[in-house]
């Protein structure tokens, strides 16, 4: 995709699954089963609205930062068919059968947001899909890769000791 200037904003490429069967769920149930499900939603602890940029704990994805000067920023993520689809979240849609790339690219601008200390604009990003991500499931966030002056950041988000997805982005803070 291209902006009015015809600069490329936005490439795709990728390889799908073909399901034979259409048994996606079937596909899946070995990784899904292993997965620990949160009794309740209410048992994650969530970031606060402000410290995500969001006006609502309805769209809350990211828990706070841990970590620090001797290890690794990293963060957990639980996004639930409550809080990660609409009428629960305000503007994000979908199947809600898995976490999707809409998802993916909210969790990285709330990382983004964490990191900066208040609301972001996100200006570059990339997004590099390993495994899917499993809904109401926690999942892991680590940065691996930051340019603090250059507000650039690379993250790695695992679920299930897997890699999943690799997120990279660079934002402009908004003050």
Known sequence: FFDADDGQI???CGTGVV???RDFEGWRGDTKARIV???HAHDFTYAAPNALAVATQAECFLGPLHGGVTKALITEALITKANGFIPGHPYIGGSGDHVNSTHMGE???????LLAGGPVRIVTGEMVFLHYVELGRPFEIHLIEQDQAGGQFSLLV???DRDCTRVTMGYEPLR
């Open 158 to 160: 695992r679920q299930a």
């Open 10 to 12: 936005v490439t795709l």
């Open 107 to 113: 969790v990285g601008r709330q990382f983004a947001a």
């Open 19 to 21: 399901f034979k069967t």
């Open 37 to 39: 499900k949160p009794e």
